[in-house]
């Protein structure tokens, strides 16, 4: 099985900050990378997917980078309602695997 | 509008078995591969299974191959978890999701609790 690894696992930035959250693969992915949003007491949602292409809806703050084992969620400009628990998951092999989760924290 | 409902789910014995459902509207159910995604009390997401369109590849994660069984109804745009021989470590909250790949709709969850 593919093993996420994110970092950090948790982070307190300020509303305005530019926040990068990192998802490294035991192996390459080739770009089969998505990322998810989850608040507390709901269902994630999809704000990217092939590791930079924007679902849509999704507010053009958030981007997303990376190839082979290393990829990168980027929020350019925290937003008040961005405070949640990040996941990357993988898609290049079965088991699809997410990462342990980045929380962000108001601080 | 495109909506996944899961059936309720409850507290249920260890060793005892149970079954959750979905029932999806709002979007070409025969044409979609869906899942079940899992999340353990304050842990991370766990893919559980998936099924293609028409039932012809079916995939279970490790920790519950042999106990799980997932089914669909294309007529009547429903999905099933069939979950037997539950353990504690079953105990999480069951996703009804939409997806391929990764995961564009998802359920709002139905809480499974498996304690004595």
């Known amino acids: 099985d593919i093993q996420m690894t994110q970092s950090p696992s948790s982070l307190s930035p300020s509303v305005g900050d530019r926040v990068t959250i990192a998802c490294r693969a035991s192996?390459?992915?080739?770009?089969?990378l998505a990322w998810y949003q989850q608040k507390p007491g709901k269902a994630p949602k999809l704000l990217l997917y092939?590791?930079?292409r924007l679902e849509s809806g999704v507010p053009s703050r958030f981007s997303g980078s990376g190839s082979g084992t290393d990829y990168t969620l980027t929020i350019s400009s925290l937003q008040p309602e961005d405070f949640a628990t990040y996941y990357c998951?993988?898609?290049?092999?079965?088991?699809?695997?997410f990462g342990q989760g980045t929380k962000l924290e108001i601080k | 509008e495109v909506q996944l409902v899961e059936s309720e789910g409850g507290l249920v014995k260890p060793g005892g078995s149970l079954r959750l459902s979905c029932a999806a509207s709002?979007?070409?159910?025969?044409?979609?591969?869906m899942n079940w995604v899992r999340q353990a009390p304050g842990k991370g997401l766990e893919w559980v299974s998936s099924?293609?369109?028409?039932?012809?590849?079916?995939n279970y994660a490790d920790s519950v191959r042999g106990r799980f069984t997932i089914s669909r109804d294309n007529a009547k745009n429903s999905l099933d978890l069939h979950m037997d021989s539950l353990r504690a470590e079953d105990t999480a909250v069951y996703y009804c999701?939409?997806?391929?790949?990764?995961?564009?709709?998802w359920g709002k969850g139905t809480t499974v609790t498996v304690s004595s």
């Open positions: 999701a939409r997806g391929r790949y990764y995961i564009d709709v």
């Open positions: 709002g979007f070409t159910f025969s044409t979609s591969t």
């Open positions: 099924i293609s369109s028409n039932s012809g590849y079916i």
């Open positions: 192996q390459g992915l080739s770009n089969s």
């Open positions: 092939a590791a930079s």
């Open positions: 998951q993988q898609y290049y092999s079965t088991p699809y695997t």
